[in-house]
């Protein structure tokens, strides 16, 4: 199985902070990753697939880049609803992993 | 407006079986790959298996913690999907979430989970 690795795994920040998270894939995976925001007791929620491509209705300041093994998650102004955690994904053709998280709370 | 909602979490014993369906609603569920996913308390997301759709054979696909012991299976005219949990064990403890993937094409899923349930608690405890 390809294993992702974010980093790092917990982020203490302000509003208004600049914000990037990074997931490492053990194998190539081209552009077959997307990201997740979860909030405890919610759904987990699309933000991000085919590694920089924006779901329809997310915001502007959520992007990603990052191709083969490295990717990164940016959020360019914190908001006070973007504490939660996040997760990326790969979307492999067979077992499509989690990366382990990254929370991300209020400094 | 697309919907998804599981039922039928609850208390097991080790050694037991349990059946959580997901119900949806807003789209053609016949055109789409399903997934299952969980989250540990404590811990993060895990996927948990995907069933493709009629087009791609229904074909399954599972995590190795599970593979022997799960089922995915869906009803297309009943708009649902199910998640059979047979020799249920404490770590399959977990909030489980069924989720539909984006566009996909021969067994590859391209545009990740882009609708989630909320999630039905299982415990297994004796």
């Known amino acids: 199985d390809i294993q992702l690795t974010q980093s790092p795994s917990f982020l203490s920040a302000s509003v208004g902070d600049r914000l990037t998270i990074t997931c490492r894939a053990s194998q190539y995976i081209s552009s077959y990753l997307a990201w997740y925001q979860h909030k405890p007791g919610k759904a987990p929620k699309l933000l991000i697939y085919s590694a920089s491509t924006l779901q329809s209705g997310v915001p502007s300041r959520f992007s990603g880049s990052g191709s083969g093994t490295e990717f990164t998650l940016t959020i360019s102004s914190l908001q006070p609803e973007d504490f939660a955690t996040y997760y990326c994904?790969?979307?492999?053709?067979?077992?499509?992993?989690f990366g382990g998280g990254t929370k991300v709370e209020i400094k | 407006e697309v919907q998804l909602v599981e039922s039928g979490g609850g208390l097991v014993r080790p050694g037991g079986s349990r059946r959580l369906s997901c119900a949806t609603s807003g789209f053609t569920l016949s055109e789409h790959y399903m997934d299952w996913v969980r989250q540990a308390p404590g811990k993060g997301l895990e996927w948990v298996g995907r069933?493709?759709?009629?087009?791609?054979?229904?074909?399954?696909e599972y995590a190795a913690s599970v593979k022997g012991r799960f089922t995915i299976s869906r009803d297309d005219s009943r708009n649902s999907v199910y998640l059979q949990m047979n020799s249920l064990k404490s770590e399959d403890t977990a909030v489980y979430y069924c989720?539909?993937?984006?566009?996909?094409?021969?067994?590859?899923?391209?545009?990740?989970?882009?609708?989630w349930g909320q999630g039905t608690l299982v415990t297994v405890s004796s």
């Open positions: 989720a539909r993937s984006g566009y996909c094409s021969s067994g590859s899923c391209f545009e990740g989970l882009d609708y």
């Open positions: 069933i493709r759709n009629k087009a791609n054979d229904d074909i399954t």
């Open positions: 994904q790969q979307l492999n053709r067979y077992s499509p992993t």
